[in-house]
């Protein structure tokens, strides 16, 4: 596709627009917003990150947590211990993630374990670390890996210590690589498999494609994806938990994104991200303008389940067509 | 430690197994007849512990008679939950269903939050302090009774899927929906039952779980993933299964925590679930699909 088909259409010019804006954001925007900025960019890459392997391969992960504990406990310990830079510490993790999200895919795929089993045993992982690493003292155990702060004049970043208006471009060239990596990878072989796999498994290996392998490098570079996100988690909080970075809600929280968004779609956890991030707001503040515990959970569970009757598919693909926004931005 | 110490130990494991057993019932149930994977498990289970917990201080009923208000009460939330939403989701993809039973979950937990708080409860009974002793075994009353009331209640499935027309029917729709509408069963009613029942059985298991354990509503999620690792070592859709299951999770949870570390008790459930899931995915006791 030539750049100027690319730009050609109503969607791309109008995600061109977005992504100006997101440039600009930090120079109008507080400090709390930027925040929440923050917090909608880091939720939809990881979304994407689980969407190269759902919604691309059709591989149902439920413990994508894992890989973002693998990826901040890699660099963050690194650095603690040896002062390594999070970008060095960013391949390590990925390596480690891409290692065992291949070992967890040669086990199911090889013992044709599938859909919700296959989710439950990436739980089941997830959790077994979880544990683990709440017992391992060398990254802190129970109580936690912190990273030291230090004030500093300027933003550093290959050591990535600085301001958030730093953390919040980062998060941001994130997201924008995740998404265009995402989409050459559709527009890929390997892109077109994992689709007819994802479809049906046993046309696809009827064809003669490699479905097992399509299938592990699904994980692998899902997984790789997932474990930047969690050293990104890790500079940015500073602080490390494995009941928390390893939690089983996290995993959850991971997908609703993308599920709400529009599963296997480019734009998808984007919007997902956006409107779970919108809705999250919204409830808090009316859970504390009436003041009573879990009115915000409850809200936001029934906001969940109206989509979710509503769009089964998702809030993107109906708004594409809707609005005619087909072109580059699937 | 000496050989009646683990003694000990083993049978107080055993004995809770069977109560983790019942509540696994439900879980294999939901899904055996219908192939959706009930994550608001352990918020259901919750419900029924706040619900006898209720019944306890308010009206002075003690879990075990309250035992069939509750399973009452479950049956009609259950039945109620898959006519009005689950219903319209049973072709859906697996993701669509798991977002779906979250949101419910999330609505549950929360919707309890609100009602009790975040503190633990728990009660005490005459019973509690109480023991029998056989021989060099020390057994807590309590542990007993909710042993034997668990046992009793799988029983009374057992007969119920095996005897009744209606759990014939049920069995019919779990084996092929189609062939059981063409010979004229109304499949959503009996779809709506089998949720009821399954919801049933976490409420008998609340109540006697109650007994001995405290309640607080953030234990919806781990009792959803004991639910899953149950009846995946047992074998979806056996319910023999589910109750060996739920023994062996108990015996493990009682071992590795006086062997080891209470805290790793769960590494080594999900760690038998891993061995289990890769060796034998049926399940020790499923039929092979």
Redesign the interface.
């Known amino acids: 596709m030539s750049a100027a088909a690319l730009l050609s259409g109503r969607g791309p010019r109008l995600l061109l627009a977005l992504l100006a804006a997101l440039v600009a954001a930090p120079l109008g925007v507080g400090d709390y917003a930027l925040s929440i900025l923050i917090a909608v960019l880091l939720q939809a890459y990881l979304g994407m990150s689980w969407n190269v392997m759902?919604g691309f391969a059709g591989q149902?992960s439920?413990g994508h947590a894992l890989y973002v504990g693998l990826g901040a406990y890699a660099s963050g310990t690194l650095f603690v211990h040896f002062g390594t830079s999070p970008w060095i510490g960013m391949l390590a993790g990925m390596a480690v993630s891409a290692a065992v999200g291949s070992v967890i895919g040669l086990?199911g795929f090889r013992?044709?374990?599938m859909?919700?089993?296959f989710?439950?045993?990436t739980?089941?992982?997830a959790?077994?670390t979880r544990?683990?690493f709440?017992?391992w003292g060398w990254v802190g155990a129970?109580s936690g890996l912190v990273l030291p702060v230090t004030n500093r004049a300027s933003d550093d970043l290959w050591l990535l210590r600085g301001s958030p208006t730093m953390f919040y471009y980062l998060i941001l060239a994130m997201t924008v690589g995740g998404f265009l990596f995402s989409r050459s990878l559709l527009m890929r072989r390997i892109g077109y498999y994992w689709q007819a796999i994802r479809e049906n498994e046993d046309a696809a290996d009827a064809l003669g494609i490699p479905v097992f392998r399509c299938k592990m490098i699904a994980v692998a570079v899902s997984a790789a994806m997932t474990s930047i996100g969690g050293m990104f988690i890790a500079f940015f909080s500073n602080n490390l938990f494995p009941e928390s970075i390893f939690s089983?809600?996290r995993s959850?929280e991971l997908?609703?994104g993308p599920?709400?968004g529009g599963?296997g779609t480019l734009f998808g956890p984007i919007l997902g991200a956006v409107l779970l991030t919108a809705m999250g707001e919204a409830f808090t503040l009316m859970g504390e303008t009436i003041g009573?515990?879990?009115?915000?959970?409850?809200a936001?569970?029934?906001c969940?389940?109206v989509i979710?009757?509503l769009k089964?598919g998702g809030v993107w693909p109906w708004l594409r067509t809707r609005f005619g926004l087909d072109g580059g931005g699937k | 430690m000496d050989a009646t110490f683990f003694l000990n130990v083993t049978s107080a494991g055993l004995l809770t197994g069977l109560v983790y057993g019942l509540m696994a019932l439900g879980l294999s149930v939901i899904f055996g007849v219908m192939r959706v994977?009930n994550f608001a498990h352990g918020d259901m289970m919750v419900v029924a512990m706040y619900a006898a917990f209720l019944l306890f201080t308010k009206l002075g009923i003690q879990p075990v008679p309250a035992l069939p208000l509750v399973a009452g009460g479950l049956f009609v939330l259950g039945y109620l939950l898959q006519r009005l939403?689950i219903n319209?989701?049973l072709g859906?993809t697996?993701?669509?269903q798991?977002?779906?039973l979250?949101?419910?979950?999330?609505?549950i937990?929360?919707?309890v939050?609100?009602v009790f708080?975040?503190d633990a409860r728990n009660i005490q009974l005459d019973a509690s302090f109480e023991s029998y002793s056989v021989g060099p075994l020390v057994l807590d009353k309590v542990r007993v009774i909710a042993a034997i009331t668990a046992g009793g209640v799988a029983a009374l499935l057992w007969a119920f899927f095996r005897y009744t027309t209606t759990g014939t029917a049920i069995r019919a729709c779990a084996d092929n929906p189609v062939g059981a509408r063409v010979v004229g069963l109304n499949v959503e009613q009996l779809y709506a039952v089998t949720f009821g029942i399954g919801a049933a059985c976490v409420g008998a298991a609340g109540c006697l779980l109650l007994l001995l354990v405290d309640v607080h509503p953030h234990l919806s999620?781990d009792y959803t993933?004991l639910g899953?690792?149950i009846v995946?070592l047992g074998g979806l859709g056996s319910l023999g299964g589910a109750l060996l299951g739920g023994i062996l999770v108990g015996l493990s949870e009682a071992l590795s925590g006086v062997l080891i570390?209470p805290?790793?008790k769960?590494?080594f459930s999900?760690?038998l679930?891993?061995l289990v899931?890769?060796l034998r995915?049926q399940g020790i006791l499923g039929k092979k699909p």
């Open positions: 759902m149902f439920l086990l013992f044709k374990v859909g919700v089993y989710a439950l045993l739980i089941a992982f959790e077994f544990v683990l709440d017992h129970s089983m809600h959850l997908i609703l599920i709400i599963v009573i515990d879990g009115v915000k959970q409850i936001y569970g029934v969940l389940l979710l009757i089964p | 994977v939403v319209r989701f859906a697996e993701h669509i798991f977002l779906l979250l949101s419910i979950a999330i609505i937990t929360n919707g939050l609100m708080g975040p999620s993933l899953f690792i995946i570390a805290s790793l769960s590494m999900f760690g679930l891993i899931l890769l995915p």
